[in-house]
């Protein structure tokens, strides 16, 4: 497939600097990209990569174009830009509708014609599977479950009953959504199960990575807002709401009943306790325990980065010494407060 920077820079709306008749065949980063491939320039810290590349072209900042010759399609945001020209490059989806001779398809579920069903696909009583939407190999689909157009469920994703997706999410492989929740009551030393009543709401453009988990709710619905991206391996606990538009990295968790809110990043291996709420636009950096309320927008952090690991153990066995340290401190000001002359 291939297509002239002329056609690239008026589809993705583009200034073009240079040969509209190239072709690009692909695109690769800039260390690694050949003659006939695209490539990008989002961090100035790579600035320093044009001089060298090998690419037929370069999708930067107005600000960031070079003196020197060469074709550059201009953007304000050209990380987004390029991720849009990227996609023209990626492996076709396409998978013709109807249902595989092998899925088993219960006979009250209702399956639009231009649905795609695969091999070993379990599809159970009134679930409803709209226009578009592509279930591959191997998936569960319990009851009453709901596919808006255009969602796809990746190998061997289950949904729980009464699980609801809005239109065009994409959830990979591996993936478990409405399972029960983590709840129990203790009783006497044993611990009785809680019901899990709810279910899960997942709402438009939203994306789920492989391996992750999203627990159902006890009483009300798990909700995921429009537009939320999560990655691998999350665990969302039962009750959790999050907001439009946030994205959570691999390895990250939310305990249960808590709230975050639109806009909101969540870095890495990062936890947030239960019941707690989050407001809008924060970042949480990754590895980072969030124990309380957030209520102010901004960056949080926690944790101790890495250092070499002797000097780490005694920092570490200082820390157990820092009330005594306080109290320390405090007696020391109060005789300092004692011995300073009062003024006249």
């Known amino acids: 497939m291939k297509y002239t920077l002329a056609d690239i820079a008026e589809r993705f709306q583009c200034k073009l600097a240079g040969d509209p008749s190239q072709t690009i065949e ?13 490539s990008f320039l989002a961090n100035p810290k790579y ?13 930067l900042h107005p600000e960031q174009r070079p003196e020197s010759a060469g074709n550059w399609l201009l953007h304000e945001n050209p990380y987004a830009t390029y991720a849009r020209i990227a996609a023209l490059f990626a492996a076709p989806t396409d998978v013709a ?35 578009n939407c592509i279930i591959h190999a191997h998936c569960v689909i319990q009851r009453g479950c709901s596919l808006g157009d255009g969602c796809v469920l990746h190998p061997h994703v289950t949904l ?25 009551a203790p009783d006497d030393g044993r611990w009785v199960k809680i019901p899990q009543l709810g279910s899960v709401h997942i709402a438009d ?28 391996q999350i665990q969302i606990a039962h009750n959790v709401q999050i907001g439009k538009h946030t994205v959570m990295a691999g390895c990250s968790a939310i305990s249960g009943s808590s709230t975050v809110g639109d806009h909101c990043q969540i870095g890495g291996g990062a936890g947030l306790a239960g019941h707690l709420h989050m407001t809008d636009h924060v970042i949480i950096t990754g590895m980072t325990m969030v124990s309380h309320d957030i209520r102010k927008p901004g960056a949080y952090s926690s944790g101790i980065s ?28 109060k005789r300092l407060a004692e011995l300073e002359p009062e003024d006249d």
């Not at 692909?26 to 695209?38: F, I, N, R, S, Y």
């Not at 600035?47 to 999708?59: E, M, W």
């Not at 579920?109 to 679930?127: D, F, L, Q, R, T």
């Not at 729980?160 to 129990?184: C, E, K, P, W």
């Open 47 to 59: 600035k320093s990569q044009l001089a060298s590349t090998r690419a037929a072209a370069v999708v």
């Open 306 to 333: 890495q250092q070499e690991a002797r000097q780490w153990r005694k920092n570490v066995a200082r820390l157990h010494h820092l009330d005594e340290l306080a109290r320390k401190v405090r007696a020391l000001e």
């Open 205 to 232: 453009d939203c994306e789920i990575g492989a391996g992750t988990t999203i627990d159902r709710g006890a009483l009300d619905d798990t909700r995921i807002g429009e537009g939320c991206k999560l990655d691998n």
């Open 97 to 131: 509708p109807g249902i595989h001779a092998t899925a088993i398809i219960d006979p009250s579920a209702e399956i639009h014609p231009e649905a795609s069903v695969g091999p070993y696909a379990v599809v159970g009583p009134e679930v409803r599977i709209a226009r």
């Open 160 to 184: 729980y009953a009464g699980t609801m997706l809005g239109q065009r999410v994409v959830i990979h492989a591996n993936t478990v959504v409405g399972s029960d929740g983590f709840g129990y």
């Open 26 to 38: 692909g695109v690769h980063t800039l260390e690694q990209a050949g003659p006939g491939q695209l």
